[in-house]
T-cell receptor
Framework: GQNIDQPTEMTATEGAIVQINCTYQ??????LFWYQQHAGEAPTFLSY??LDGLEEKGRFSSFLSRSKGYSYLLLKELQMKDSASYLC??????????WGAGTKLIIKP | DVKVTQSSRYLVKRTGEKVFLECVQD?????MFWYRQDPGLGLRLIYF???????EKGDIPEGYSVSREKKERFSLILESASTNQTSMYLC????????????????FGAGSRLTVL
């Protein structure tokens, strides 16, 4: 079967750095997305990786290793507004999106 | 700056009632999707549509139907609501087909939380 694993919940301190991991086992791979979802709000797009390596966007970076079936989202200089759930999703060989259950990130002052 | 609007944020219905969830997007996107989101589970696709009057089943279509009479509007219908359909329902749209990988960023609505008693 197809599966995406993420930690259920993580806690970090304001101003610090946090890494949210995502591992996947899917029938084929055609790209990986990260979305952010604040409580009670719509998920919003953060990043897309299809090639190995690190993509940086301001305070957020996303890394992909296709050979390991692994990605992470790195958040630097954490702010209270970064408290949210982070969803990992993979396009499989049929370009169907497979979603992880999400990681709830709690930021403490 | 509203892009995907779901008509109802919260609904409470009784078992057996017919339920309509409406979704409208103003971005002229071809593709629209209905997902449900439950705690501890990833988003699960119910139905999607690539064009007006076209629909495709997703992973969990049982108990649901959809309607897309206009490009901007995609409705989810629960013919006879049941308690196991209590969930958060998310509508989304995208510009290109799912076969175009990175260009298929989904824009989501804020969700409709349905409780079936």
């Amino acid at each position: 079967g197809q599966n995406i694993d993420q930690p259920t919940e993580m806690t970090a301190t304001e101003g610090a750095i946090v890494q949210i991991n995502c591992t996947y086992q899917t029938s084929g791979f055609n790209g990986l997305f990260w979305y952010q979802q604040h409580a009670g709000e719509a998920p919003t797009f953060l990043s897309y990786n299809v090639l190995d390596g690190l993509e940086e966007k301001g305070r957020f970076s996303s890394f992909l290793s296709r050979s390991k079936g692994y990605s992470y989202l790195l958040l630097k200089e954490l702010q209270m507004k970064d408290s949210a759930s982070y969803l990992c999703a993979v396009f499989d060989s049929n370009y169907q999106l497979i979603w992880g259950a999400g990681t709830k990130l709690i930021i403490k002052p | 700056d509203v892009k995907v609007t779901q008509s109802s944020r919260y609904l409470v219905k009784r078992t057996g009632e017919k339920v309509f969830l409406e979704c409208v997007q103003d971005m002229d996107h071809e593709n629209m999707f209905w997902y449900r989101q439950d705690p501890g589970l990833g988003l699960r696709l119910i139905y999607f549509s690539y064009d007006v009057k076209m629909k495709e089943k997703g992973d969990i279509p049982e108990g649901y139907s959809v309607s897309r009479e206009k490009k901007e509007r995609f409705s989810l219908i629960l013919e006879s609501a049941s308690t196991n359909q209590t969930s958060m329902y998310l509508c989304a749209s995208s510009l290109l087909g799912q076969g175009f990988s990175g260009a298929n960023v989904l824009t989501f609505g804020a969700g409709s939380r349905l409780t079936v008693l």
